[in-house]
């Protein structure tokens, strides 16, 4: 099992300096990437302080700037957000600008909130036909010039300038949850990037369940790579554990309220959703968050990671944003360095899945 990194660019509060905030967001990957990190990840967000991201090529080619080894993602470019010729030249210019280190995630996209302020006020779930549509087309462009007549983008004879460095494209990467998407991704060539959100642990086995499912109907396709991620926190002893537990609850509420679109957002900063509007509120109680997220001393986290390495993923990603103080945040990471990683180094995720 590998290793990746998911690090926002989040301000919790107005006095927060945002010159601060990208410091430690590069210390983090700057860590990620000397402790041995396969892939660093970058989302794109909008109007949102505390998921920063405009545009993540952005980002990337700010920590391209500081690292050398590690590869660097989209976690995710949102499909509904872009033109296909335009994101089929960003993409490509990244990865000859940062010496072929692309990692290229889509998604759909998850906030309705965002939504009606980037694509027209359309239903959140729409957002699954431009995902769809986009990835065969910017392959094609990658490819040479094509003309294309589709339900949503139309243009004449284009090709993307310039072309990525990567051979024949970079890495292609889909966050997926559902069924058919899992099933339409691995048909297409994608890796899997999924999440359990704030759930409870058998979620992970209900997504691993859903890799091995899809697989063992798409024979002959090459086994696409399985990520997971989920907010990871390391500590020396137990009594720490409720520095990340309370910080995941005061997060989690404020993602509740983007992702159900329950709350109001001021000036870029959202409120945390009102308990009385969770339907899911046993998913916020300290001990679930303990026992759900990647949490605990060494021993415990090497423990959690050894279900999912059970459950099929060979790409652990360590959600690194959620809130923590940021030297307990680095110490968390310098712990999973040094005393979690060396134990997966040479033990491979479950092929059989």
């Not at 990244?94 to 995630?105: A, Q, V, W, Y």
């Not at 460095?165 to 997926?176: G, K, R």
């Not at 968050?289 to 090497?302: C, H, K, L, N, Y």
């Not at 060979?314 to 999973?336: I, K, N």
């Amino acid at each position: 099992m590998k290793f990746s990194i998911a690090v926002n660019m989040a301000r919790t509060h107005p006095g927060h300096d945002v010159r601060q905030v990208v410091r430690e967001m590069r210390e983090l990957v700057c860590l990620a990437e000397s402790g041995g990190f396969e892939i660093a990840w970058a989302a794109e967000h909008h109007t949102i302080e505390l998921m920063t991201g405009p545009n993540p090529f952005t980002i990337l080619m700010d920590w391209a700037a500081h690292t050398s080894r590690i590869r660097l993602g989209t976690a995710v470019v949102v499909a509904p957000y872009w033109h296909p010729i335009r994101l089929a030249g960003e993409a490509a210019l990244f990865d000859l600008f940062s010496d072929g280190r692309l990692e290229l995630g889509l998604g759909r996209g998850a906030f309705q909130y965002e939504f009606d302020r980037m694509a027209g006020g359309i239903d959140q779930r729409e957002g699954g036909k431009h995902l769809r549509e986009m990835l065969p087309v910017l392959l094609d462009l990658w490819r040479g010039d094509i003309a294309h007549q589709g339900q949503i983008w139309r243009f004449p004879l284009s090709t993307s300038v310039p072309k990525p460095l990567q051979a024949p494209h970079p890495p292609i990467w889909v966050a997926a949850r559902d069924p058919d998407t899992f099933a339409w991704a691995m048909g297409s060539g994608a890796n899997i990037m999924a999440t359990p959100l704030s759930r409870p642990h058998a979620e992970v086995g209900i997504l691993g369940q859903r890799f091995a499912d899809t697989l063992t109907k798409l024979p002959g396709i090459k086994r696409p790579r399985f990520l997971m991620l989920r907010r990871t926190c390391v500590y020396p002893r137990e009594d720490d554990r409720s520095i990340p537990v309370n910080a995941s609850m005061e997060y989690g509420r404020q993602f509740e309220n983007l992702f159900r679109n329950i709350g109001t957002v001021n000036n870029g900063f959202p409120e945390p959703a009102d308990w009385a509007q969770l339907a899911n509120r046993d998913d916020y109680e300290p001990e679930m968050i303990q026992d759900s997220m990647v949490f605990g001393t060494p021993e415990r986290v090497i423990e959690k990671l050894a279900q999912y390495r059970a459950a099929g993923v060979d790409q652990f990603c360590y959600g690194a944003s959620f809130g923590l103080p940021h030297d307990f945040a680095l110490r968390s990471l310098e712990l999973f360095i040094t005393e979690v990683m060396p134990h997966f180094a040479s033990q491979p995720a479950d092929a059989s899945r």
